[in-house]
């Protein structure tokens, strides 16, 4: 930004249109997003459905677009934003993602008395966030993206007003999140300071001249990890996330535990290791202890939980410990494998989510583990359904989970690190008991509670594509992995 | 024999997925009678078509034979390969035999969720048919581990009081066995130069070193699914909790797995490391063979009685293997097929008295070969084949692997003669107790002779002991090239 002054007395009228057109997915999500904002203030029988629907439309409306953007890598907005196939991949998970959170919210906004247009706008407005995230290529513009993200999510947290632990755990977002933040603001800054910009690809040039070994630029490099260390749930920076998990409404968990970590990977894989993957040597070692911590810490204790959105919570840290493997392994291959183990983790969860939100007995009632007893019994299908989330979460063959951890392994032992697989073996085998024992309840426990399931047509949707999801990426994986491993240049 | 027209179909495939398509239809079945015939007639074709193969099989070679190979995630270099050699088609004949036997088994002794229950045993069928098809490393892990799915729920949801403890214990330990089996897999791969293929990776010499690290992984695997001493104690829990129909498959086949696991990748892919591990393997294997036998000698439960002496049983099979002699692998792998026919028909057998009196305690029967004539007969047959008296299948398993193991580890062999003693002695007793004396019935039930459905179970399994004790030639013929060339692989590499 040397030039600033020259440059921006003549405005290329060309660059900008170019760069809003770059951004074309993002500014279509806006405008569903206040469209959303304005039609929820015109009093309507149907609005709940005509407001996911219109959520869903414009979805669906930005993935063509992102589709045909992404054929030939470009960058907006004067390097600050880059659409390439690696960020068209998340944005296809993010938007699948939303679109599945979507089709499963309206059931569950009656359910809980509480339908509002702004639930579906600040939804929109957190895929935004996400959606930046994965394109931006400036440190700035990547915290932009990070808090839209983060402040839409942090009033969904709470949206369930009436019930105290929605509110508690918007709070406790809130604070924490700030915290993370600022930490990561702080190593942003001092990136700053070491290099003199905030633009990835200038960095990567300048960090050249950089001694590795420089306290400051450890620090910042491990500040900015931390930071994003953070959004993902990893050990020791974890503790939020059962409170939250457990707090905020069902189909906001599963969004929380699909798009913004998905968007936190994508920039881990992005600044450390595309742009600045010269730092490597300075995480690669801290990263391997606290996988195998975050994965240990994720797997033991979910084993004693009776909230089945604590014990998902727990998984989904154990999940974030398995992905943090394929960073230390590094290679192309580690990558890859990080990409398409996110994506199948979107179906299998949100396929288990919206089986969570079918047996959401209603307003203020907590979800222990206990509710999914006897489902084999009355609704043979639903059972089966959760049976192939579950042992896919667990990682057992034919499904998608199996696959993708997997691959994960493979990229690991490719770069000799045999003993952290081991390891990472080891604790999944700890973690199938927590799946395993939601099956023996489903299967083996009479019925208790007479929860009355009422399955409508967004969330059979959802079901039908999170099943499809799951066995195809078990069945026919290289589908799912050439598109994975074809979205990396 | 051959015909022309099998080996121009992809017969594998057919034979592996029938049963696996056959699950889709069963939720829309309009009674519990259909889906029990329904049932019994996909896997009757199954074993149909897996006799074909018996018949046909060309055993002039150690060839594979019946190759199907398709890629499947060709940047991985992992393929769908199917093929099978003299033991595999061994065992697909034995799972194909014993899967309709199972059906049988479970007519009436399963009241509630029978289409989940037929379900299950279809996807158990086509996975481990699967498993001894499996040509590619990746694909039978896939099998190999997909099998503990319907089990889990076999022992889980049909099984005793205290079943699901018992299908907790079993998929645990299976699952944390097969997981470190992964990753020995994933280092055959790198080291191997990227590549699935089970036959590719017979090929390559692996340095010694590394070749004692994978057979550990691959050990623990296969020494729990056998199971060896002290991998064995999921075991007894699992077959006393599970309904009889899981009992005769964890008997018949799953253990048979272990073994199989040995044969196809251990010996042949680690020969070094087989032999260097050879010594331990005889001893863990005598041990399993006196120490499950003692077990089994101080049983009052007629199931567990039976599982020990399977503990013991199959300790005959690993020591037979690990001797690296001619008789000692033949022997093994007819006690392989022999355990199943013998052990499946025990556990049958203690199902049928266990539907009509529904207790397994020993000491609370007595004379049963008076009340029930023709059950008495059936039952003591089998348990002289399991006590392996000349003339009956036990035995020709039992001599050939003692008759390898002396000259080798003549202290193992002594321990497998004691073994037999043993075996001798406890399953005498539970003949004696159960059959002989004045007529005692627990709980004054209702008892009546094996019908017609319950004979059609058991002679098969009856003409397969006579078969393999007096004339077992046709089936050695179909293992002779395959154990050769398995034996050459073991012993012409490292030493």
């Excluded at chain 1, 054929?71 to 934003?81: G, L, R, S």
């Excluded at chain 1, 189909?251 to 600045?276: C, E, G, N, Y």
């Excluded at chain 2, 039952?379 to 003339?391: C, E, H, Q, T, Y």
Aim: hydrophobic letters at 55%; one cysteine or more; charged letters at 10%.
């Amino acid at each position: 930004m040397n030039g600033l002054p020259v440059e921006s007395t003549t405005i290329d009228l060309a660059a900008v249109a170019q760069s809003v057109l770059a951004t074309g997915p993002e500014i279509i999500i806006i405008i569903g997003a206040c469209a959303a904002l304005m039609l929820s203030l015109v009093p309507h029988q149907r609005q709940n459905q005509l407001l996911s629907a219109l959520c869903v439309l414009m979805i669906i409306l930005a993935a063509t677009m992102s589709y045909f953007l992404g054929d030939y890598p470009q960058t907006a907005y004067a390097d600050m934003f880059v659409i390439d196939d690696f960020s068209t991949y998340f944005k296809m998970i993010l938007y699948l993602g939303t679109a599945l959170t979507v089709l499963m919210s309206g059931q569950y906004l009656i359910k809980e008395a509480v339908v509002q247009g702004e639930y579906y706008a600040l939804l929109l407005f957190a895929l935004v966030g996400t959606m930046i995230m994965v394109s931006a290529t400036d440190l700035l513009l990547i915290y932009i993206g990070l808090e839209l993200q983060a402040l839409s999510i942090y009033v969904l947290t709470g949206f369930l007003k009436a019930n105290t632990r929605s509110n508690e755990a918007s709070l406790k977002y809130i604070i924490v999140g700030a915290f993370s933040s600022a930490i990561m603001l702080y190593g942003m800054s001092l990136f700053y300071g070491l290099t003199g910009t905030t633009n990835l690809n200038e960095m990567k040039t300048a960090l050249l001249t950089l001694e590795m070994s420089d306290p400051m630029l450890i620090l910042a490099t491990l500040f900015m990890l931390v930071g994003l260390l953070f959004k993902v749930g990893a050990v020791p920076f974890h503790m939020w996330v059962p409170d939250i998990y457990e707090g905020a409404p069902s189909p906001i968990t599963a969004f929380m535990s699909v798009a913004p970590k998905a968007a936190a990977f994508a920039v881990i894989i992005r600044i450390f290791m595309q742009d600045l993957a010269l730092l490597q040597p300075i995480w690669v070692l801290n990263m391997a202890g606290i996988a195998v911590l975050t994965m240990a810490l994720g797997s033991f204790v979910a084993l004693v939980q009776k909230n089945i959105k604590r014990m998902l919570a727990y998984s989904s840290i154990a999940h974030a410990g398995f992905l943090m493997l394929g960073l230390v392994a590094g290679s192309k291959e580690g990558i890859s494998s990080m990409m398409l183990y996110l994506l199948i983790y979107t179906f299998m969860t949100l396929g288990i989510f919206a089986i969570i939100i079918l047996l959401n007995k209603g307003v203020l009632l907590s979800e222990p583990i206990e509710d999914f007893s006897g489902l084999a019994k009355n609704h043979a299908g639903l059972a089966f359904m959760s049976l192939l989330f579950l042992f896919s979460l667990a990682g057992i063959p034919p499904t998608g989970g199996f696959f993708a951890k997997f691959y994960v392994l493979t990229a690991l032992v490719d770069q000799g690190y045999i003993v952290l697989a081991v390891i990472a073996v080891l604790l999944s085998a700890v973690a199938a008991w927590f799946y395993i024992r939601i099956i023996m309840l489903m299967y083996m426990e009479p019925a208790t509670g007479s929860a009355k399931i009422h399955i409508t047509l967004p969330i059979l949707t959802v079901l039908l594509i999170a099943t499809a999801g799951t066995l195809m990426a078990g069945l026919f994986p290289s589908w799912f992995l050439e598109f994975a491993a074809g979205s990396l240049r | 024999m051959t015909i022309s027209f099998i080996t121009e179909l992809p017969v594998l495939s057919i034979l592996i997925f029938l049963p696996a398509i056959a699950v889709l239809f069963v939720p829309f079945l309009p009674s519990n009678h259909a889906v029990r015939w329904f049932t019994f007639s996909i896997l009757m074709i199954d074993f149909l078509i897996a006799t074909l193969l018996l018949v046909s099989f060309d055993n002039s070679t150690a060839q594979m034979q019946f190759v199907e190979s398709r890629s499947w995630v060709p940047s991985l270099g992992i393929s769908y390969k199917l093929g099978i050699d003299g033991v595999s088609v061994l065992f697909l004949f034995l799972t194909a035999l014993l899967g309709w036997i199972c059906v049988l088994a479970s007519w009436n002794a399963i009241a509630k969720r029978l289409k989940e229950f037929m379900a299950c045993l279809l996807a158990i069928q086509s996975l481990m048919l699967g498993v001894f098809c499996a040509l590619d490393l990746f694909l039978f892990y896939v099998f190999w581990e997909a099998m503990l799915v319907p089990m889990y729920l076999i022992i889980g949801i049909w099984g005793g009081n205290n079943r699901i403890y018992a299908a907790f214990k079993f998929f645990l330990y299976t699952l944390a066995g097969s997981l470190l089996f992964l990753v020995g897999i994933l280092v055959l791969y790198f080291e191997g130069g990227r590549t699935f293929d089970i036959l590719a990776l017979m090929d390559i010499s692996y340095e010694l070193n590394l070749q004692k690290w994978v057979f550990v992984s691959f050990l623990i695997a296969f020494a729990v699914k056998v199971p060896m001493v002290p991998m064995h104690t999921w075991l007894p829990d699992a077959h006393v909790q599970a309904p009889t129909a899981g009992s005769i498959i964890l008997a018949g086949v799953l253990l048979k797995m272990g073994a199989y696991g040995f044969i196809r990748f251990s010996l042949p892919i680690l020969p070094d490391a087989s032999h260097y591990f050879a010594e331990l393997m005889q001893i863990l294997s005598a041990v399993a063979i006196v120490y499950g036998g003692l077990l089994a000698l101080a049983q009052k439960d007629i199931k567990k009685l039976i599982a020990y002496s399977s503990i013991s049983h199959m300790g005959f099979i690993t020591l037979g293997l690990f001797t690296f002699t001619s008789n000692g692998i033949t022997g093994a792998v007819l006690q392989m097929f022999n355990h199943g026919i013998t052990t499946g028909a025990l556990f049958l057998f203690i199902g049928l008295v266990y539907e009509r009196t529904h207790s397994r305690d020993i000491p609370a029967y007595g004379g049963m070969i008076k009340a029930m004539p023709l059950y008495g007969i059936f039952l003591s047959i089998f348990l002289l084949a399991s006590m392996a008296v000349p003339g009956t299948n036990g035995f020709v398993g039992e001599i050939l692997v003692l008759s390898g193991t002396f000259g080798v580890n003549n202290w193992a062999a002594s321990a497998g003669v004691l073994g037999a003693l043993i075996a001798a002695a406890y399953l005498l007793g539970l003949y004696r107790q159960m059959l002989l004396g004045p007529i005692r019935i627990p709980g004054a039930a209702k008892v009546w002779d094996l019908n017609k459905r319950e004979l059609c179970c058991a002679l098969p399994l009856l003409i397969f002991v006579f078969w393999f004790g007096l004339y077992p030639k046709p089936f050695l013929n179909i293992l002779r090239p395959t154990l050769t060339n398995l034996l050459e692989q073991t012993l012409g590499a490292g030493l």
